[in-house]
């Protein structure tokens, strides 16, 4: 992409711009904002198109993980050409200074050994000018980090000071959109912090691609009632994060 498509990508004039996630949970409020939205599917990608401010978007929730982040990542770019990429969801807190629902927006993306390229410098500056956004580091890990034992070892492995939250598919996303020359931006909403412990090991209920099997979870917790209450607070957390991104996001298109 040349230097005038890229400002004109980060201005907002005339930009297409990918919007990403890995479940539909993160983007399900950003959808229902999208004006005229036509969806289509590419293989068992479902995506969505339509209109977003002053913004043409492509939407699409990809699964969890890093296979299927990088399957859906890729097939969504191979079929639109756009001029910059967004990416939203959730992610565990390793910053003991993080508050739940708290945004990160990624001056610096790793992937457990080092940084995945830049984020965009204008839409990095942008997003901070929003209210409850913070600078930091997100790093993507193989596992899901559970505990706060698991959390801390994260954060002396990536060894920086500041704001840091841990997730599974950011990295893979910036690796594409650095590969194809795409602007991106990454927006991480904590929903659990750096002290808390998930209800589950979720690392026990994800199949061979990665992805935590739903109904596996679903079958323990009716077998263990007593965590239901700790799964819908977790659940919660989760819906009150993507409104929260989806009011960043929408406000970001809309300059």
Not at 29 to 36: D, F, S, T, V
Not at 164 to 177: G, H, I
Not at 181 to 209: C, G
Request: proline share 4%; charged share 25%.
């Amino acid at each position: 992409m040349s230097k005038d498509a890229q400002q004109d990508a980060i201005s907002g004039t005339g930009k297409k711009v990918a919007i990403v996630g890995a479940l539909e949970e993160e983007l399900g409020p950003l959808g229902g904002r999208i004006w005229k939205p036509v969806t289509q599917r590419l293989d068992s990608l479902q995506v969505t198109e339509g209109r977003l401010g002053d913004s043409r978007v492509v939407l699409a929730a990809t699964g969890d993980g890093e296979q299927a982040a990088g399957a859906g990542i890729s097939r969504l770019l191979a079929h639109h050409e756009v001029d910059a990429l967004i990416v939203v969801g959730v992610a565990g807190g390793l910053d003991p200074g993080l508050q739940a629902g708290a945004v990160v927006v990624a001056r610096a993306v790793h992937n457990g050994t080092g940084p995945v390229g830049e984020p965009d410098q204008g839409w990095l500056g942008r997003a901070l000018q929003r209210e409850g956004t913070v600078e930091g580091t997100v790093v993507s890990s193989s596992g899901i980090a559970v505990d706060p034992e698991s959390k801390s070892r994260l954060r002396l492995d990536l060894g920086s000071e500041g704001p840091a939250v841990v997730d599974l598919e950011s990295a893979t996303y910036a690796r594409e959109a650095v590969a194809r020359s795409i602007p991106y931006l990454v927006l991480r909403a904590v929903s659990d912090t750096a002290d808390e412990t998930l209800p589950l090991d979720f690392n026990r209920f994800r199949s061979a691609d990665g992805r935590i099997d739903r109904h596996r979870v679903m079958r323990h917790a009716l077998l263990h009632p007593g965590l239901l209450p700790r799964l819908l607070t977790l659940r919660h957390r989760v819906h009150e994060c993507a409104q929260r991104l989806a009011d960043i996001t929408e406000s970001l298109l809309c300059e």
